[in-house]
Nanobody, 116 residues
Framework: QVRLVEFGGALVQPGDSLRLSCAAS????????MRWSRQAPGNQRELVAS????????HYVNSVEGRFTISRDNVKNTVFLQMNSLTSEDTADYYC?????????WGQGTQVTVSA
């Protein structure tokens, strides 16, 4: 059974940094592209970052380019999202996800609130 569990969401101030983690199990993690998405209140869910199975290639949505870094540990089956220079626009629920065949599997999400 695929399981994705996110950790690390918090209430932070503008300019702060935060690191999210996602522990994965139940599928071949070290051969899977992993992704972080987010959904702000009233908005559609958007893909924030992705990383290839070997960690060599990453992609980011324009709004987080240069501030967020996705990484992974294929020994610990964990994917991370380092978020720097946070702004109120980054306030959202953040979800780890993976596509296996035709199905996208999601974690339960972790809440990030950026507020002064």
């Amino acid at each position: 059974q695929v399981r994705l569990v996110e950790f690390g969401g918090a209430l932070v101030q503008p300019g702060d940094s935060l690191r999210l983690s996602c522990a994965a199990s139940g599928f071949p993690f070290n051969t899977s592209v992993m992704r972080w998405s987010r959904q702000a209140p009233g908005n559609q869910r958007e893909l924030v970052a992705s990383i290839t199975a070997d960690g060599a290639i990453t992609h980011y949505v324009n709004s987080v380019e240069g501030r967020f870094t996705i990484s992974r540990d294929n020994v610990k089956n964990t994917v991370f999202l380092q978020m720097n220079s946070l702004t109120s626009e980054d306030t959202a629920d953040y979800y780890c996800n993976v596509r296996l065949g035709s199905t996208v599997h999601w974690g339960q999400g972790t809440q990030v609130t950026v507020s002064a």
